[in-house]
């Protein structure tokens, strides 16, 4: 059992920055891949990024591509997301979450924390 637990959102302006953490407890020695999700009202939960445990590969979605950057120190058990020049589309809560593959859909994660709000206005 592998709890999530982010941290970091807040309100920004545009163009602005923020440092999403993703602590993770319980059975945290296995070797998992860790992915970043946001969902918007009235939209989908959405993909943002992910990386495997040795950070050997590493998967962004197009929109956060050369923005945002995931890292991981697994000494710490835990997963990073730094946010660089938001844009109020960026607007959304933000999860954490596990995957025994590294992937950019929803369903091939089995653990997921509960979320943090990021506003970015305009």
């Known amino acids: 059992q592998v709890w999530l637990q982010e941290s970091g959102g807040g309100l920004v302006q545009a163009g602005g920055s923020l440092r999403l953490s993703c602590a993770a407890s319980?059975?945290?020695?296995?070797?998992?891949?860790m992915g970043w999700f946001r969902q918007a009202p009235g939209k989908e939960r959405e993909f943002v990024a992910a990386?495997?445990?040795?950070?050997?590969?590493?998967y962004y979605a197009n929109s956060v591509k050369g923005r945002f950057t995931i890292s991981r120190d697994n000494a710490k058990n835990t997963v990073y997301l730094q946010m660089n020049s938001l844009k109020p589309e960026d607007t959304a809560v933000y999860y954490c979450?596990?995957?025994?593959?590294?992937?950019?859909?929803?369903?091939?994660?089995?653990?997921w924390g509960q979320g943090t709000q990021v506003t970015v206005s305009s």
């Open positions: 979450a596990r995957s025994q593959v590294i992937s950019t859909a929803p369903s091939a994660y089995d653990s």
């Open positions: 319980g059975r945290t020695w296995s070797r998992y891949a």
């Open positions: 990386i495997t445990w040795s950070g050997g590969s590493i």
